[in-house]
């Protein structure tokens, strides 16, 4: 079953009356990424962060990755992330990728400063979606075209969370996690700020 959570992205980017058209975009996947947002219980849950397990969906025991406190380690415990409130710092305290914001997105950049991924509620787009001079659908075609993962309950899926690939499922329920965690998490699974990525089985 299905539990996404999004939020009112495009309540709070644009305004309710622009919410309220009849119409919508024309592509099915941007119609259903805007369903689903306006069709969000409100108001959403506190975020929080605990420590996770992450592996690989209908993959063993044994996790591909952990993450401990600050720290993030692949599943034989070695460190491959110290995160703090300010980025994303290597096991020997070298800073790989910074935590930014722009409007109701947060960033994750990495040491030259470019977008990796943003995040909005249970979403993790690539890059940074240019909305600005945009109308609410076309918000959502943008969107759709950036979105990477879907944070859906305990999984992270590739794409929208009712079509898109399950990529790893979690111990703890990592819709509710921070957009930080969610940006962490995402570049563990992407390999990127010192990760590997998810090895291919």
Same mark, same amino acid.
């Given at each position: 079953?299905?539990?996404?959570?999004?939020? &009112? =992205?495009?309540?709070?980017?644009?305004?309710?009356?622009?919410?309220?058209?009849?119409?919508?975009?024309?592509?099915?996947?941007?119609?259903?990424?805007?369903?689903?947002?306006?069709?969000?219980?409100?108001?959403?849950?506190?975020?929080? $962060? /605990?420590?996770?397990?992450?592996?690989?969906?209908? %993959?063993?025991?044994?996790? $591909? =990755?952990?993450?401990?406190?600050?720290?993030?380690?692949?599943? /034989?415990?070695?460190?491959?992330?110290?995160?703090?409130?300010?980025?994303?710092?290597?096991?020997?305290?070298? +800073?790989?990728?910074?935590? /930014?914001?722009?409007?109701?997105?947060?960033?994750?950049?990495?040491? $030259?400063?470019?977008?990796? =991924?943003?995040? *909005?509620?249970?979403?993790? @787009?690539? %890059?940074?979606?240019?909305?600005?001079?945009?109308?609410? @659908?076309?918000?959502?075609? /943008?969107?759709?075209?950036?979105?990477?993962?879907?944070?859906?309950? $305990? *999984? +992270?899926?590739?794409?929208?969370?009712?079509?898109?690939?399950?990529?790893?499922?979690?111990?703890?329920?990592?819709?509710?996690?921070?957009?930080?965690?969610?940006?962490?998490?995402?570049? +563990?699974?992407?390999?990127?700020? %010192?990760?590997? %990525? &998810?090895?291919?089985?």
């Amino acid at each position: 079953m299905r539990r996404l959570l999004p939020i &009112l =992205f495009c309540v709070a980017s644009t305004g309710l009356a622009a919410c309220d058209q009849d119409s919508g975009p024309t592509p099915d996947d941007a119609q259903a990424l805007y369903d689903e947002v306006r069709a969000a219980p409100f108001p959403v849950p506190v975020a929080f $962060d /605990t420590d996770v397990e992450l592996r690989r969906s209908g %993959g063993g025991v044994v996790p $591909d =990755f952990v993450i401990i406190n600050s720290v993030a380690a692949d599943g /034989t415990g070695e460190p491959i992330q110290v995160v703090s409130n300010g980025g994303i710092a290597s096991p020997d305290g070298e +800073l790989l990728c910074s935590f /930014t914001s722009s409007g109701a997105f947060s960033q994750l950049r990495d040491a $030259d400063g470019d977008v990796i =991924f943003s995040s *909005l509620g249970p979403f993790v @787009f690539e %890059g940074q979606p240019q909305l600005a001079g945009k109308n609410a @659908f076309q918000q959502a075609q /943008t969107l759709m075209a950036h979105l990477r993962f879907s944070y859906d309950f $305990d *999984l +992270l899926v590739e794409g929208l969370a009712s079509s898109g690939e399950e990529m790893v499922e979690a111990n703890v329920p990592i819709q509710f996690s921070s957009s930080n965690r969610k940006l962490v998490i995402a570049s +563990l699974v992407d390999g990127y700020c %010192g990760s590997e %990525g &998810l090895d291919t089985p």
